[in-house]
C-alpha cells in the first residue's frame, strides 16, 4: 500500500511540458532516488510535492490523502536542497528548531529534539556556531537536521550533495541512509549520479523529459543476467 502517491502530475511553464504524466508510489520508509539528466524535471516534481510550485494536473495523496490544496507547511513534507539554504544570522541550534518554533513546540521539546539531532549529525561541539563558519558537508548536515527536527512525513532531498567535495559526498551519502533506516523515514531522493543512486535507494526511478521511463531496485536495473 502506498504511503505517498503521485498520479497524473502534470506541469508546463509556459508552452514548455516539464512533466507529463508522472506516476509514482512509494512505501513507507522507502527510499526512492530520482535519477535523470540534468533538466528532465525532478527539481520541479519535488517543488510540487512540497508545494512550491503548484500543478496543472494531478492528485499528491499523502496516507491517501490530497495533499494538493494544501499550503507547503501544512504538508509535512521537508526538503533538503542542493545550496544549503541555512539561516545565515542564526547559529547551528537555533537552524534546527526554527521550524519546530513557528509551529509553537516547546522551550523544553525544542531543546530535547535538537540535541537529539545534533548528536545524531556529530555536531554537538558546534551548536553556537554560524553557518558561514561551517564547512559545506557541516551545512547540509544542519539543513538535513532543520527539516528532520519537524518530524515530517516524508523527506525530499535534492541532490543535497551536489555541491559537495568527492570524499565529503562519499560520508555525507552513508549517513544520510543511514538516518533515513533511522528514521524509517519515506524519502525521494534526487540526483544525476548513477552511483549514488544506486548505492542509496530501496528503489530507482529513472526520468526522462518530464516522465518516469523506468524504475527498479538497484540490483534490478544494474545487474545484467
Ligand atoms: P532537473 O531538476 O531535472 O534538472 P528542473 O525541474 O530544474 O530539472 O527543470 C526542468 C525544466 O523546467 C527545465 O527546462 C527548466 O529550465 C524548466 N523550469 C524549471 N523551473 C522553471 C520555472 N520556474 N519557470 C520556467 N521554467 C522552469
Ligand atoms: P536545478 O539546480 O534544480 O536544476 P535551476 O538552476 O534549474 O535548479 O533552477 C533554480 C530556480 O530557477 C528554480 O526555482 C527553478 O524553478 C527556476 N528556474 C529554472 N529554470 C527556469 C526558467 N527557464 N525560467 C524561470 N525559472 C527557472
Redesign the pocket.
Known amino acids: 500500500n502506498a504511503y505517498l502517491e503521485l498520479q497524473g502530475i502534470r506541469k508546463r511553464?509556459g508552452n514548455?511540458h516539464?512533466l507529463n504524466h508522472v506516476d509514482l508510489q512509494i512505501r513507507e520508509g522507502e527510499l526512492v532516488t530520482l535519477l535523470?539528466p540534468?533538466?528532465?524535471?525532478?527539481?520541479?516534481l519535488l517543488r510540487c510535492i512540497a508545494g512550491l510550485t503548484e500543478i496543472d494536473e494531478g492528485k499528491i495523496l499523502l496516507e491517501q490523502k490530497d495533499i494538493v490544496n494544501l499550503a507547503p507547511r501544512n504538508r509535512e513534507i521537508g526538503m533538503v536542497f542542493q545550496s544549503y539554504a541555512l539561516f545565515p544570522n542564526l547559529t547551528v541550534v537555533e537552524n534546527i528548531q526554527y521550524g519546530m518554533k513557528m509551529r509553537g513546540a516547546s522551550k523544553e521539546e525544542r531543546h530535547k529534539r535538537s540535541e537529539e539531532l545534533l548528536g545524531l549529525i556529530d555536531l554537538e561541539d558546534k551548536r553556537d556556531a554560524y553557518p558561514q563558519h561551517l564547512s559545506g558537508g557541516q551545512q547540509q548536515r544542519v539543513a538535513l537536521a532543520r527539516s528532520l527536527a519537524v518530524q515530517p512525513k516524508v523527506l525530499l532531498l535534492d541532490e543535497p550533495l551536489s555541491a559537495l567535495d568527492a570524499k565529503i559526498r562519499k560520508n555525507l551519502r552513508t549517513e544520510i541512509r543511514e538516518i533515513q533506516k533511522t528514521f524509517n523515514m519515506t524519502t525521494i531522493f534526487v540526483t544525476h549520479d548513477q552511483e549514488e543512486a544506486l548505492i542509496l535507494s530501496d528503489r530507482v526511478c529513472l526520468m526522462n523529459k518530464g516522465s518516469i521511463v523506468q524504475q527498479g531496485t538497484p540490483e534490478e536495473l544494474y545487474t545484467t543476467p
Open positions: 511553464f514548455t516539464v535523470g540534468s533538466g528532465c524535471g525532478k527539481s520541479t
